[in-house]
Nanobody, 127 residues
Framework: QVQLVESGGGLVQAGSSLRLSCAAS????????MGWFRQTPGKERELAAA????????YYADSVKGRFTISRDDAKNTVYLEMSSLKPEDTAVYYC????????????????????WGQGTQVTVSS
């Protein structure tokens, strides 16, 4: 079992920055690949960014490339999502997710690849 708790969401203006954190417990964090998904009402939950075990590989959706940075601190069992130049279309509930499958050279990009999920944190970007 893995427990994930997100924090750092809030209401910000367009162009601002925000950092989300996700604290993990219950299983060896260093052996988990981690992802940040986001979802708006009526839409599918989409992967915004992901990071592999050890942080050697990352993935970003085209819509966030160059603006978002995912990182991990295995000593703190925490994954971060640094978001800059925020746009109103970034408004969503952001979910942290953990993938327990050891993937060599790849990162899970589908929702079904991730077995454990946090409760989500709301990010609202006003124009």
């Amino acid at each position: 079992q893995v427990q994930l708790v997100e924090s750092g969401g809030g209401l910000v203006q367009a162009g601002s920055s925000l950092r989300l954190s996700c604290a993990a417990s219950g299983r060896s964090f260093s052996r988990l690949s981690m992802g940040w998904f986001r979802q708006t009402p009526g839409k599918e939950r989409e992967l915004a960014a992901a990071i592999s075990i050890s942080g050697s590989s990352t993935y970003y959706a085209d819509s966030v490339k160059g603006r978002f940075t995912i990182s991990r601190d295995d000593a703190k069992n925490t994954v971060y999502l640094e978001m800059s130049s925020l746009k109103p279309e970034d408004t969503a509930v952001y979910y942290c997710a953990a993938d327990t499958t050891i993937r060599y050279g790849t990162i899970g990009s589908a929702r079904v690849d991730y077995e454990y999920w946090g409760q989500g944190t709301q990010v609202t970007v006003s124009s």
